[in-house]
């Protein structure tokens, strides 16, 4: 068996091993873990999923809040009973009363309040330190787990950019929209209400009047920000707008200076930001709206209170107390309510970004395990397409009824014109996509019994455009088989010729690739994608246009490793470059996704034929484009 027997035996043994550290679905849990299965799909039950999680971290904090602002908003009620208690010492002072003795309860409740407040409110911050960063990595770490087990259809509808910023902005969100309803909200209800409750005590009227301005200010300033929300959104459209436009220029300003388009390129910047002028300037007039309406109701607030608290002090209605604490908590309640509007705005903008993230991540996945689905260990590497019925749309099926075995360790070309259903054979094998009818062995397992994870580890793909990981050379060739040596690495280095080109850089394996490799050269990507399959060590081997991207010379050394590596092994290669798979066991040729010829490259080049004609019309080595 050679390098399959040894890696039958090293599989079997590393996938037992290594099954809960390598499979999503079974790593030891944490307390941080999530059930991403489980995870909430509404704005609402989602932000509410994550806030039961720090239930009682929450619990704290509220208790802890409701303290501090009853601290706040009981101090106007102490400052109250120390100046009546001067005012009536004053009145006594013929009797030489100590005005140490007359002040002395009121004064210890006003600095017992001054020290609750402070430490209420620096114990609920330290909370909130422990709590928020955990929070939001919790969020981002269970989304982006939901988002890795999507399959290849979800990520072909999404930007990969827009994903992640769909993450960030869901985890902040959760983050601000329950800070701001305990942090904000909750102390100014609690003012709201402890103020009407204090005023009662003293005066129906006084507590009447706040109540009434309370329920105005809060219904208009909802509203106001209701209205204000469309002009908000439209205003963020617009920066983003000015700022594509800005990243879109930036990255082809080589085409910018090779066409002289500069001068148009900043005039068309100009007019988005003329756009952008108008949009905002709507969003800031009524912004100032917002602003005069809170203004004014502040005014009247301070002005009706001052004006009933003389009034009913003129009156002898209530006393020198009363008046100077309903005075003070008019400024306590027009202190804590000034930005409601604005709160209120933020809120739904972080509501909003919830359910864009929750709408876009958390849908239903299209392809996953069967229940009790295996670990499966493949020891020889039999394929089988059973009565095979697949397409990316289910109107117009690339493949109908398509049935194909592949031996264990046999070569196997695929060649054919572009769309004839190549790659999509792959992407089935891998299953990136689900047929729609019928099914797909490997050594006589439907794949779907598998787990993925499982499926994923045996099969080694060399893609025609690899793509690595902004990490080390070593990281990404390690990718594959994390616990290799470095020893290994350089084995697998020097299998895909890639050891020369790493060993003269400065920091060689672990110098830095860049995203998604782009400080390497299309064929040093290919070489590093060619020595991570090596190391990977996989019983079945998948190659696409493994080596369009190398120059001839490199091509031969890269063709003669991978007949190497392709011994024992089963292997389906797609080229467009038909000597690089000539030498192959097999050849199957596709037409609009049939089969329509199987056989070597002698057999089939000497009979009549797809394959004799692409043969003769190939220009330069490759393939007409029809």
């Given amino acids: 068996m050679g390098r399959a027997g040894e890696y039958d035996e090293r599989e079997a043994q590393r996938v037992a091993a290594g099954r809960a550290a390598t499979s999503p679905r079974r790593r030891p849990r944490g307390d941080d873990d ?11 039950r989602f932000t509410a999923h994550f806030f039961w999680r720090f239930r009682w971290w ?28 001067v005012t009536q010492w004053a009145g006594e002072a013929g009797a030489q009363r100590d005005i140490g003795a007359a002040v002395s309860g009121p004064l210890v409740l006003f600095v017992a309040l001054a020290i609750g407040e402070v430490v209420f409110n620096r114990a609920s911050g330290a909370c909130r330190v422990y709590v928020s960063p955990r929070q939001r990595t919790g969020i981002a770490r269970a989304m982006f787990d939901y988002l890795q087990r999507h399959s290849q259809h979800y990520f072909s509808n999404h930007f990969a950019g827009a994903l992640s910023a769909r993450i960030a902005e869901t985890s902040v969100g959760v983050n601000m929209t329950l800070s701001t309803v305990i942090f904000e909200f909750l102390p100014l209800a609690i003012t709201l209400a402890v103020s009407i409750f204090l005023l009662s005590s003293a005066s129906l009227v006084l507590a009447s009047f706040t109540l009434a301005w309370s329920a105005v200010f809060i219904l208009v300033s909802y509203w106001m920000a209701r209205r204000a929300q469309p002009y908000a959104e439209k205003h963020a459209a617009a920066r983003s707008a000015t700022s594509g436009r800005i990243v879109d220029t930036v990255t082809n300003l080589a085409n910018v200076r090779l066409f002289a388009r500069g001068d148009y390129e900043r005039e068309q910047l100009a007019a988005v930001q003329g756009r952008e002028i108008a949009v905002a300037s709507r969003a800031m007039w009524f912004s100032e709206k917002v602003q005069w309406f809170q203004m004014g109701a502040a005014l009247v607030l301070k002005v009706g209170m001052l004006y009933f608290a003389l009034t009913l002090w003129r009156d002898g209605r209530i006393d020198v107390a009363a008046f100077v604490m309903s005075t003070s908590l008019s400024l306590l309640v027009i202190n804590d309510a000034r930005n409601l509007g604005r709160r209120f705005l933020e809120v739904f903008e972080y509501v909003g970004n919830i359910a864009n993230g929750v709408r876009t991540i958390m ?29 990316y749309d289910s109107e117009r099926p690339v493949f109908r009824d398509l049935d194909l075995v592949i031996p264990a360790g046999q070569r196997v070309g695929l060649v054919g014109f572009s769309g004839s259903g190549k790659s999509t054979l792959v992407n089935l094998l891998l299953r990136l996509y689900e047929p729609q009818q019928g099914r797909i062995m490997i050594d006589g397992v439907d794949i779907r019994d598998m787990t993925q994870d499982a499926l994923h580890r045996q099969i080694g793909l060399i893609p025609q455009d690899p793509s690595l990981f902004h990490r080390s050379l070593a990281d990404n060739i390690r990718y594959g088989r994390p616990e290799a040596s470095l020893e290994d690495i350089r084995a697998a280095a020097r299998g895909a010729s890639a050891d020369g080109f790493i060993s003269e850089m400065p920091l060689q394996y672990d110098a830095l690739v860049g995203e998604r490799g782009v400080k390497l050269s299309g064929g040093q990507r290919q070489r590093v994608a060619i020595a991570r399959v090596i190391l990977k060590n996989a019983p079945i081997l998948v190659l696409d246009e493994a080596t369009s991207a190398l120059d001839s010379i490199t091509e031969r050394v890269i063709q003669d490793c991978l007949d190497t590596v392709m011994q024992g092994r089963t292997v389906i290669a797609i080229a467009h470059r038909l000597s690089t798979i000539a030498h192959l066991d097999r050849i199957l040729v596709f037409d609009h996704g049939t089969l329509v010829q199987d056989g070597s490259h002698d057999a089939l080049l000497a009979q009549p034929g797809t394959y004799q004609r692409l043969w003769r019309q190939q220009a330069g080595g490759f393939l007409p484009t029809s």
């Fill in 58 to 85: 929450y619990a704290l904090i509220i208790i802890l809040e409701v303290g501090a602002a009853v601290s706040s908003i009981v101090m106007p009620y102490a400052i109250g009973q120390i100046v009546g208690a």
């Fill in 34 to 44: 999530e059930d991403v299965a489980a995870l909430p799909r509404t704005p609402v």
């Fill in 363 to 391: 849908q239903p996945y299209e392809i996953v395990d069967r229940p009790g689905a295996r670990d499966v260990v493949i020891r020889r590497g039999d394929i089988a397409f059973e009565n095979v019925t697949f397409g």
